[in-house]
């Protein structure tokens, strides 16, 4: 079943642990990307990758990092989180940077952090 | 920047009834107008896309849209209301700034059945 997986779907964390939020889809796709959703705001996007080795910041990246080391995976890293960051997060992909916004999401991973 | 704008956070329509989502768009440019549907605990899903074929789309689940350039919109509809179409609805804009596929979204519009 074609699909973007995230883990985990809840997490609790206190101020300054270090967490990771992976990804992977199984559709070889090229293009990923991280959005955070929002009361109000909708969703906005981290970061984004158009393939292996190549990242870029979105619209609200301070706080994250992300990495791109293969092809399926794209993980989310919170070094320090603050409780700002608690949201609603969402990986999506797509089958290259061209295919004019279809993406396929995640279920989502639901972060607080205290 | 390309933008959305959704009228009304929360929408209550009776079951049978229609549905009307509205949805407008700022752009410079001929845009790619989506629809993405998110039911409960779960991730978003597309429901219909517009670009710049035939200015009705049809879409899943009975949903359709027309894109409107006179008037910038492209609201959501469905002659008849299912309790099954509970669930927060998104429009989004896409902006193909060369190579990210940025969509921007709104910020939603929960749809909420009465029996």
């Known amino acids: 079943e074609a699909q973007v997986t995230q883990n985990p779907r809840y997490l609790i964390t206190v101020t300054g642990k270090k967490l990771t939020v992976t990804c992977s889809q199984n559709?070889?796709?090229?293009?990923m990307s991280w959005y955070r959703q929002d009361p109000g705001l909708g969703l906005r996007q981290i970061y984004y990758s158009m393939n292996v080795e190549v990242t870029d910041k979105g619209d609200v990246p301070e706080g994250y990092k992300v990495s791109r080391k293969e092809k399926r995976n794209f993980p989310l890293i919170l070094e320090s989180p603050s409780p700002n960051q608690t949201s609603l997060y969402f990986c999506?992909?797509?089958?290259?940077?061209?295919?004019?916004?279809?993406?396929?999401f995640g279920e989502g991973s639901r972060l607080t952090v205290l | 920047a390309q933008s959305v704008t959704q009228l009304g956070s929360h929408v209550s329509v009776s079951e049978g009834a229609l549905v009307l989502l509205r949805c407008n768009y700022s752009?410079?440019?001929?845009?790619?107008l989506f629809w993405y549907v998110q039911y409960p605990n779960q991730g978003l899903q597309l429901l219909l896309k517009y670009t710049s074929a035939a200015t009705l789309v049809k879409g899943i689940n009975g949903f359709e849209a027309e894109f409107k350039k006179s008037e910038t919109s492209f609201h959501l509809t469905k002659p008849s209301a299912h309790m099954s179409d509970a669930a927060e609805y998104f429009c989004a804009v896409s902006e193909s700034d060369f190579g990210n596929e940025k969509l921007t979204f709104g910020t939603g519009t929960r749809l909420t059945i009465i029996p």
């Open positions: 559709m070889n796709h090229e293009y």
């Open positions: 752009s410079s440019v001929p845009p790619y």
């Open positions: 999506a992909s797509s089958l290259s940077a061209l295919h004019t916004g279809e993406l396929f």
